[in-house]
């Protein structure tokens, strides 16, 4: 959906670089499911990406104690050296590389490091490969950056992972950088090593080509997949790589708004930079709280992964059930991407043709009262993402509701 201005008696006229711009179908959904529920329908909202737990105690405790301590002044424009410090240790201990302070990046979320990066970088023309599925907010921060997203589709049968003879297909002289995310929002998918050294054979044959990857999800996965990140596999990708994670996710942080970065000291000067004309310092409080996260115990984040695993397997195993509808089982992140191919072309008690993927999570949210995102917000049709960052009672109604509301619809299964 494109942005709908209305210039009005002020003569409002927006920047052409927004023109193409997207308003997030995620939001537009969250906006209209809270509104169902203020007028009383009992929606039960699948959408969004926030773990349900709390902020663990010590890392309130941290913060608090910051107050108290009067860190409240600026800091560091891209972070203080203890938050720097306390990424390079975990960038050591976790993923065993090594970066110097000055190889280091601390902004308000890993959205504000990766706007950084690309604005520092990015000139008119150049090429950005993404992979879809993806976050929706890669390709909209590429195009406000003035670049160009070069969009290429992984379908299920691949694991929703690219595969190198697409990456080679997909460069050209103007291609700038290669965004992976691992695990993946939204489809929980996660690359091996085995996975990513194709990969990373076909960047080393192109040098002109950096890398980007979004280590988000790091700590969410399952079934014993060992999470790995590029550089720690390949070292001489180092120097024109940008490795991304952030406390948001593994440690319940969102409202927090802290995301760091390890990369060469040229690009991390030239993203303070941006970020210097832009928010200035991250937060001193949320510093504080996320250099506790980072140095602080890391005992409680398997019971989470196990509390996710479950979810998990609920939510694959129902969906599965439900005739017109897959569900591949992801290796990570806490997001089902399903497809949705064997419901397309029924129709609803109301009349209504379900055409595409869209249609189906419109029938849901009217119909069923539950609020979930159509693949085409993430550049994969037809398919739809579920959250299971929420209560496992929250998930078993929403089921209830879908099974339902797909034994409703009219005309035969497709097959998935």
Aim: proline share 6%.
């Amino acid at each position: 959906m494109m942005i709908s201005v209305d210039i009005g008696e002020a003569g409002f006229r927006p920047a052409a670089r927004i023109a193409s711009v997207g308003v997030s179908k995620i939001l537009q959904i969250g906006a209209k499911a809270a509104a169902m529920k203020r007028e009383g329908f009992p929606v039960i909202i699948l959408g969004a990406g926030e773990p349900n737990f709390d902020t663990p105690d010590h890392i309130k405790q941290a913060a608090k104690a910051a107050i108290d301590a009067g860190e409240t002044k600026y800091t560091a424009l891209d972070g203080s050296p203890a938050l720097k410090q306390a990424a390079c240790a975990k960038f050591k201990r976790e993923n065993g590389i090594d970066y110097a302070i000055d190889e280091v990046t601390a902004g308000a979320g890993a959205k504000q490091i990766l706007f950084n990066a690309f604005m520092a970088t990015i000139d008119p023309g150049d090429e950005v490969i993404i992979p879809t599925p993806c976050w929706t907010s890669y390709s909209d921060i590429v195009e406000v950056c003035g670049g160009t997203s070069v969009l290429v589709p992984c379908d299920a049968a691949a694991g929703f992972r690219l595969q190198a003879e697409q990456l080679e297909n997909a460069i050209t002289p103007r291609t700038r950088w290669v965004l992976l995310n691992s695990p993946s929002n939204p489809s929980g998918a996660a690359y091996s090593a085995a996975d990513y050294q194709p990969l990373i054979d076909v960047l080393l044959r192109h040098p002109h080509i950096w890398l980007m990857v979004d280590d988000m999800y790091e700590h969410i996965v399952y079934d014993g997949f060992e999470f790995v990140t590029p550089v720690a596999l390949e070292p001489r990708l180092k120097e024109r790589a940008l490795t991304v994670n952030g406390v948001s996710k593994a440690y319940a942080m969102t409202g927090w708004r802290i995301g760091y970065a390890g990369g060469p000291k040229a690009l991390i000067k030239a993203m303070a930079v941006i970020q210097s004309q832009a928010t200035s310092c991250p937060c001193s409080i949320s510093q504080a709280a996320a250099i506790a996260a980072l140095n602080g115990p890391q005992e409680f984040l398997k019971d989470r992964q196990a509390s996710f695993k479950r979810r998990r397997d609920l939510v694959v195993g129902r969906l599965n059930a439900i005739p017109g509808l897959e569900c591949r089982t992801p290796e990570g992140a806490f997001y089902t991407f399903s497809s949705c191919a064997g419901i397309l072309n029924k129709v609803t008690p109301n009349g209504k043709t379900i055409a595409t993927d869209a249609d189906f999570t419109d029938y849901l949210l009217e119909d069923a009262q539950v609020a979930v995102v159509p693949g085409s917000a993430f550049g994969l049709s037809p398919f739809f993402r579920i959250s299971y960052a929420t209560s496992e009672e929250e998930l078993v109604e929403a089921l209830n509701r879908i099974e339902r509301a797909c034994a409703a619809l009219k005309g035969s299964i497709l097959p998935p």
